[in-house]
């Protein structure tokens, strides 16, 4: 059961168009405003396939999810019009003309016609969804007909063809991740369990050790959080430290690539703790970085076989902590967001300083 179903993870999402490369001297510089934007937790960004459509997750500010036109960096739908509030981050189908999202107590079906953005269908949940710490995503089938999504530790698969809304799992709260797999086999994964079970449509389920944070766009990478201490030192009220030790796998055969360990000192600092290790964390679609925002405060890009930091950005460490990044398809863009310090907009330059 095991071996079949790693082998599933490679298959995960949807194929990822041929991209140009970011190269080992890259560095992402110039930092600049992406849109009329704030960024408040939760925050979230995904690209489309084809890196023409940015789907943005607004916060506490705006309670809603954007798409914006990546080269004019306006935005050209709004989960606001629906009037409704946004409880989950969005998903790109593999043609780039689809997206799905849950906005209250629907899930919204969007096309991309030659008038623009538009609501093609919405498929009524049957209860409000509800606001999360983090955004939790939405998961597509691989042939597109189906989604899932995670509420209030439930996880629900809704029909894109029929509208058929039925709960597949639940573990009261502790669920805050689910991805759909090919053959329906779900990859559900619980935090305060601190694993990951597989669930197929028929048969019992299989539990992996480990929190399966991320899969890379192509589905052969996995970002696994394999253990987190906490040590007290001292007043409880005044030093803690946290540590987060994260693997990155080759799902098929679920190998080591590289390990690294996060570090929160737990010092108070502007009157809150850095708990909060790792906030986002997003792969290149070339497979061979990380991008990961911290709660320190940090951007962090790193390399995949390594684990090594190649970049470190330290723009919203003096402003809470960055809340989330990700790299455009073709590499050249990374965008970012602090808490209370907006959307930035970096491009890829040589090391050099040398444009592209």
């Known amino acids: 059961m095991l071996s079949r179903t790693v082998l599933l993870l490679g298959a995960l999402l949807t194929p990822v168009p041929a ?16 849109g ?9 960004v995904v690209f489309s396939p084809d890196g023409k459509w940015a789907g943005i997750v607004d916060g506490h500010g705006r309670l809603s999810v954007d798409i914006f036109d990546v080269s004019t960096q306006r935005a050209v ?8 509030k946004f409880a989950h981050r969005g998903v790109f189908a593999a043609n780039s003309r689809r997206f799905v999202t849950v906005a209250g107590d629907d899930l919204l079906l969007l096309a991309l016609s030659e008038d623009g953005w538009k609501t093609e269908k919405k498929i009524p949940l049957g209860f409000e969804t509800v606001w999360p710490t983090y955004p939790a995503p939405v998961s597509l089938s691989a042939d597109g007909e189906k989604a899932v999504f995670v509420d209030r530790g439930h996880v629900w698969r809704v029909s894109l063809i029929n509208g058929k809304v039925e709960r597949v799992a639940s573990t009261a709260n502790d669920v805050f991740h689910a991805y759909i797999l ?8 619980s935090a305060q369990k601190f694993q990951t079970r597989l669930i197929p ?9 480990g929190v399966l944070l991320n899969p890379s766009p192509d589905g052969s990478l996995w970002l696994v959080a394999t253990d987190l201490h906490k040590f007290d030192m001292g007043s409880r009220h005044e030093k803690r430290e946290y540590r987060l030790a994260l693997a990155i796998l080759e799902a098929k055969s679920m190998k080591e690539i590289s390990s690294f360990e996060l570090r929160s000192s737990g010092q108070k600092e502007k009157g809150k703790y850095r708990r909060r290790l790792l906030i986002a964390a997003e792969f290149s679609t070339d497979n061979k970085y990380l991008v990961t925002a911290l709660g320190t405060g940090f951007i962090e890009i790193r390399e995949t076989q390594t684990g090594e930091v190649i970049q470190r950005i330290d723009t919203y460490r003096d402003l809470n902590y960055a809340i989330g990044a990700a790299f455009s398809p073709d590499g050249s863009l990374l965008l970012t967001g602090g808490r209370n310090a907006g959307v930035l907009r970096w491009s890829r330059a040589k090391q050099a300083g040398e444009g592209k």
């Not at 190269?23 to 510089?29: E, G, K, L, M, P």
């Not at 009329?36 to 979230?44: E, I, K, T, V």
């Not at 090919?182 to 994964?189: F, N």
């Not at 449509?201 to 050790?209: H, I, S, T, V, Y």
């Open 19 to 34: 991209v140009s490369q970011i190269a080992a001297d890259d560095i992402y510089v110039d930092p600049k405003p992406f």
């Open 201 to 209: 449509e028929q048969g019992p389920a299989e539990e992996l050790p």
């Open 77 to 84: 739908w709004s989960s606001s019009r629906e009037n409704k």
């Open 182 to 189: 090919p053959d329906d086999i779900l990859a559900v994964v």
């Open 36 to 44: 009329p934007r704030d960024a408040s937790l939760p925050w979230h």
